[in-house]
């Protein structure tokens, strides 16, 4: 049973004001898959090597099990970590490479010969145990470097966007060819990737960091259907949520047309005074025959399965870009002027980016 | 792609680059002829060395046998080159065990104010060694150093160990830091880490500066005459010890100065496959 815990930890480079992780308090279940996302600089990778022991605690407490490991080596903390380029080491073969651990451990010659063979079996490395790193292909490289990690069998993992070296292709299959590792390997992973497909698909919960604060943490369909704030609304999501600010008028107006929300959020949303910004998932708004909100079209992506309709809408004096996904055909040119019409959820945010209320809505 | 691909880079014009490479050559030629001329001369008898430039003559070796002969009273042959094998050996083991832990704290872990400590054991090269030749043999006479192999290992010592932290300093750096961060996860100790993981991937780099020591302390002349003059005396000293005011002795003098420079040359060349065999495992990128 591993449990890992950040108790306020905080993190502050030297030299600098802002702290990259900011008292962080997350709590991961035994056995859970749980991804740190975030943009550049939001301090994920921070928060990885904190736990891992390779950066300092300013202050607050780590927990791996029921110890706190806040001052402990990172040798002495039971967890392996694949990095972002591997990190294999150049001299030695593949099989001394995933021994590496273990040797270092004094487990004998022949239980570690044995363990190397097996973890290589799973991950289709038999032939490659004699070579050495170089000549091998960016997704071997990333077996080995999962292997090292696998045939430890430590109590954490740890991975720093251990895809990101592979292309797309190769990337999707690795991606889920991890998270099945994981689930049957039954061992707590902390995950870290700026890639929120990544995030959204692999993760048992997914942690969302913005400038070393956590934003929220929930399972992935939480995130994206009712997301605490306007960042995480933003970050979840390709293409990314519409978000308006609708400004302080009371009915809430997008556009000419009125932005009618249904049961309570239509109280919540309509009594308070203040700045308020909507969003609506771009399957949520619809290019339609007849509607009340006039758009002009300026891209179209049609990726076949789906389409995009990327519009201008004319706003409180603003012409503000907005997305609408639809399904093909889609009959429509640049330039075009089109309806539009909501048909789903909208969030509405108050003034400091906090959801108030998540409700169907739609334009009149 | 080997060098000849490599040598028309696009847009390069192909007589220009044979003119460069035949200056290169020249070059290259005018630097060699002295040494060539010197290996020649150390085959000569007196008489073919002193007399107008040839180059075919009856080889003979007995200018080697007369340097490597031992007389009484005079530095012998075997006696400099011991001296000199044990200097340069001592000197460049310690220089490399006291130089590796301190660029391991100046580059991978940089301790505090490790830009001071950087400057501070460069600046013990600002003096000239002319400057410093009085005091340096006052402190060996009064310790009883003079004459001594010990002087010479202390000194070649700490001249060659700010050079060699520098060095070394900037090929530890060339280290990929996950590797270290990646080998300490595995639980390797510190020594582990410097043992498997530096040293192995920096050798490149330790053996051009090992052998930078071994170059410096094998020709060093002036401190070794000043210091030694009567025992432990080294090579360079032995070389001089064949010139002689009377008569012939560019043969003699020539086959001396071979001897003396094969050991570096021999030290090169090792060094050199040393450093190959590491660029090539592509360690250092």
């Not at chain 1, 080491?89 to 651990?101: C, H, I």
């Not at chain 1, 400038?211 to 943490?217: K, N, R, Y």
């Not at chain 2, 071979?258 to 360690?283: N, S, T």
């Amino acid at each position: 049973m591993t449990e890992v815990r950040y108790a306020e930890a905080t993190r502050t480079y030297p030299g600098t004001e802002i702290a990259a992780v900011d008292k962080l308090n997350l709590d991961i279940g035994d056995g859970e898959l749980l991804v740190l996302v975030g943009p550049s600089g939001s301090g994920k990778s921070t928060a990885l090597r904190m736990l891992a022991g390779l950066e300092p605690l300013d202050d607050g407490s780590v927990y791996i099990g029921d110890r706190d490991v806040s001052d402990v080596r990172p040798r002495d903390r039971d967890i392996a970590m694949v990095f972002q380029n591997y990190a294999l080491y150049p001299q030695l073969s593949v099989a001394e490479n995933m021994g590496f651990a273990l040797k270092q451990q004094g487990v004998p010659k022949e239980e570690r010969t044995a363990r190397v063979r097996e973890t290589a079996r799973t991950l289709d490395l038999e032939p490659f145990l004699d070579r050495k790193p170089k000549p091998l292909s960016g997704g071997q490289r990333q077996r080995v470097a999962m292997g090292r990690a696998i045939v430890r069998r430590p109590a954490v993992y740890l991975m720093d966007e251990p895809l990101s070296n592979l292309d797309a292709k190769l990337r999707v299959q690795t991606r889920t060819e991890v998270a099945e590792l994981q689930a049957r390997l039954g061992v707590t992973t902390v995950y870290v990737t700026h890639d929120q497909v990544e995030a959204m698909t692999m993760g048992d919960r997914v942690a969302v960091l913005k400038d070393g604060l956590l934003q929220q943490v929930d399972a992935p369909g939480t995130l994206y259907h009712r997301p605490d704030n306007i960042f995480v609304a933003g970050f979840i999501g390709s293409p990314a949520m519409n978000l308006v600010d609708v400004g302080e008028t009371r009915p809430l107006k997008l556009g000419d047309a009125s932005l009618e929300l249904e049961g309570e959020a239509a109280a919540v949303a309509g009594n308070g005074a203040g700045r308020l910004t909507v969003g609506f998932r771009p399957e949520a708004l619809r290019v339609v025959a007849d509607g009340p909100l006039k758009a002009q079209i300026r891209t179209v992506e049609d990726l076949g399965s789906e389409v995009f309709v990327h519009v201008t809408v004319d706003h409180l004096g603003q012409s503000i870009p907005l997305v609408a996904k639809m399904a093909p055909p889609f009959e429509g040119e640049l330039e075009d002027t089109v309806a539009l019409q909501i048909i789903g959820t909208t969030h509405v945010f108050d003034g400091g980016g906090l959801r108030i209320s998540s409700s169907r809505a739609g334009l009149r | 792609m080997s060098q000849a691909d490599a040598a028309v880079a696009v847009g390069e014009r192909r007589w220009v680059n044979q003119v460069l490479g035949l200056l290169a050559w020249v070059t290259a030629l005018l630097f060699f002829f002295p040494v060539f001329w010197m290996v020649l001369n150390s085959f000569k008898t007196e008489q073919d060395a002193n007399a107008s430039p040839k180059f075919f003559f009856t080889p003979t070796l007995d200018e080697y046998r007369e340097v490597t002969k031992s007389t009484s009273g005079v530095l012998s042959f075997s006696e400099a080159y011991t001296n000199s094998i044990v200097i340069v050996l001592v000197s460049t083991l310690i220089v490399l065990l006291l130089a590796i832990p301190a660029a391991y704290a100046l580059a991978i872990r940089p301790i505090h104010k490790w830009r001071d400590a950087l400057f501070f054991f460069i600046s013990t090269k600002f003096l000239p060694v002319v400057a410093s030749i009085l005091p340096v043999w006052i402190l060996a006479r009064n310790f009883d150093l003079l004459n001594t192999r010990m002087v010479l290992i202390i000194l070649y010592l700490g001249v060659n160990l700010p050079l060699a932290i520098w060095m070394l300093r900037s090929f530890f750096q060339e280290v990929p830091h996950e590797l270290i961060e990646a080998a300490e996860i595995d639980g390797a100790s510190l020594w582990g880490q410097l043992r498997s993981i530096v040293l192995p991937l920096a050798a490149p780099g330790i053996a051009a500066t090992a052998l930078l020591c071994v170059i410096f302390a094998w020709n060093e002349f002036f401190y070794a005459v000043q210091l030694n003059p009567v025992d432990g005396s080294t090579v360079p000293i032995w070389v001089t010890t064949n010139i002689s005011t009377r008569g012939d002795f560019l043969a003699k003098l020539s086959a001396a100065s071979v001897l003396a420079c094969i050991p570096v040359v021999l030290a090169g060349w090792i060094a050199q496959k040393r450093m190959i065999r590491g660029l090539a495992m592509g360690a250092i990128k």
